[in-house]
């Protein structure tokens, strides 16, 4: 068995992991990627519209400043945030966007002049200054009072991405593609890095650190329609849990955007809302600025995500074989603007679904999105229960998103945390002195080889395992989706303990050699129950509706008694439910709870005495 050892092990190698790596490079320590896919591939490229920093230098930015980006940040998040970590992403933001750019990548610059643009469908002109020619420009983005979105047309996350891995190779960290990490090496006080799997031949290995980061993106793979890639499906969360002893943190705080395409679920961008794009209903009426006046189509992912699926309740729904939609108008913006600054969207559209967004309207709905919840860490990004172990991006629960997290925030999290954090690490590293206990390192392999040897040989049962898996996801769709109820929560909690008494039972169909799927899927497949029991166990749980959970038989923000945060932990291994905890959602209030200005809420002030 092979045993690799580095400083810094990084479990994802998107841009949250490789920002940090790069950081702890740049101090003299070694670094190591690990990774299902080549790192260009990570999930990171996916992302389209941009990154938020409020650098102000579009005419249509001014005014804008860190304290705007913040205040913007925590109505966002419904007031669910830690604001002293929103406060440090808003204030770093801007010096990461520059420096980004120093490293190489495109950002679209403020061209001076006249210029048009859409809103709500209409045009209007604006006039960009002289002075601000050739600096970063930003788009429009939902829930937010400037234009401060940083872009690379459609493309910002692959630009980024691209630009990232080349400064890891240029710093000498090493990227371990086709590995996928299975069990976390600890001792019940420190971790110490990680059993991996190769992809590609089967084996084990040990890779050993002196510092682990869990980087490896969300887990919306658990829920049957969603934007995520196939590798987004919680792998590395599960490890944590398996633990016992790290919790997740806000795991019902799940985002649904409003613009996945029917029937693939794959995201268009919300910079086609933001670039004037529409949406409109069966009788292509547009609807949104009925519901949301002020903000109409840009209210923030959570409101108009609602609204729409109300607006299909109501009837106004168009049919078709895959479900119900509506539509997305983006003809007025023209062909100029599609093919160039909306380019990937146009590509998107006559590729995977023959449909020609210059001429053509394109079908949409509210698709599983992003995790608010992950892995639970302070604002240094240290986890919750380990020494050694750190989390960044959206894997993590840093918490700066709370129940809800604007568009252009994640991109520009994974960057601005994985600098901050690797800053943290590089300190760590600098007075860490680690013990490898090889005893406890041999059980743990041992304990990972006799799992696969269960599956494959069906010692525990003849589960499938993509049944299973489909039964989770089942449960999930009916019961903890955008809509939730009491009944609805307590069926889906029932289905899923259910689906994890199954997932302990599974036996493989094949014989799990070299590249084995199925091998994959049944690894994961307990601890992704797990996961999901995290979010509808939360939920039902969480008697209020506060951003991406809403409770239509608990409508109100409860000020009073839910200014939490959750942290779910699965605190032995034959449980059947997660061990939920509470803390507060922020410590350093700069902004007390107050009425986001869109989403027409009721709230139960923190004031209210109970009765």
Known sequence: ?????????????????????????ESGFSAICLSLVPARRSHSSAAQGGMQASLGNSVMGEGDGPDVHFADTVKGSDWGCDQEVARLFADTAPIEMRRLAHW???????????????????????????????LIMARSFGG??????????????????????????????????KTEAIALLQDGESCFGVVARCLRTGELRVYLSKATMI????FGRIYPNTTNAVICDGGAHTMCV????????????????????????????????????????????????IY???????????????????????????KSPYGEHLWLDIRHLGKEHITGKLREVYEICTSFLGVDPIHQLIPVRPTQHYSMGGVRTNKDGAAYGLKGLFAAGEAACWDMHGFNRLGGNSLAETVVAG????????????????????????????????????????????????????????????????????????????DLQEALIRARKVGLRSNGKGVNPELTAGLKLEGQVKLALMVAYGALMRTESRGSHNREDFPARNDRDWLTRTLAYWKKPEDTLPTLEYEPSTTVVEIPPGDRGYGHAEIISADDKKE
């Open 242 to 289: 398996a633990t016992g002893l790290v919790p997740m943190g806000n795991m019902e705080a799940v985002q649904f955007h409003p613009t996945g395409i029917v029937p693939t679920d794959i995201l268009v961008t919300e910079g086609c809302r933001g670039d004037g794009g529409t949406l409109l209903d069966v009788d292509e009426k547009r609807f949104m600025n």
């Open 419 to 494: 600098g901050i954090i690797g800053r943290r690490i590089a300190e760590y590293l600098e007075g860490c002195e680690t013990e490898f206990k090889t005893g406890l390192i041999n059980d743990e392999v041992k304990r990972q080889q006799a799992r696969i040897d269960a599956l494959i040989s069906g010692a525990n049962g003849s589960e499938n395992v993509y049944k299973v898996r489909s039964a989770m996801q089942d449960a999930l769709h009916k019961g903890a989706n955008i809509f939730r109820t009491q009944e609805g929560l307590e069926r889906c909690v029932a």
């Open 292 to 318: 949301e006046p002020e903000k109409a189509e840009l209210a923030s992912r959570d409101v108009v995500s609602r609204w729409m699926t109300h607006h299909m309740r109501e009837g106004h729904g168009v």
């Open 1 to 25: 068995m092979q045993t690799v050892y580095t400083d810094f092990l990084v479990v994802g190698a998107g841009l949250a992991g490789e920002r940090a790596a790069v950081e702890t490079a």
């Open 144 to 177: 937010t009072a400037k234009w401060r979105t940083c872009y690379t047309s459609d493309g910002t996350g692959h630009a980024v991405m691209c630009t990232m891995d080349n400064r890891c190779a240029e710093k000498g960290v090493e990227v371990h593609d």
């Open 104 to 134: 190489g990548v495109p950002w679209n610059r403020v061209v001076p002049g006249k210029s048009i643009y859409y809103k709500g469908g209409k045009q209007f002109e604006k006039v960009e200054a002289e002075d601000k020619e050739g």
């Open 215 to 218: 980087a490896a993106g969300g």
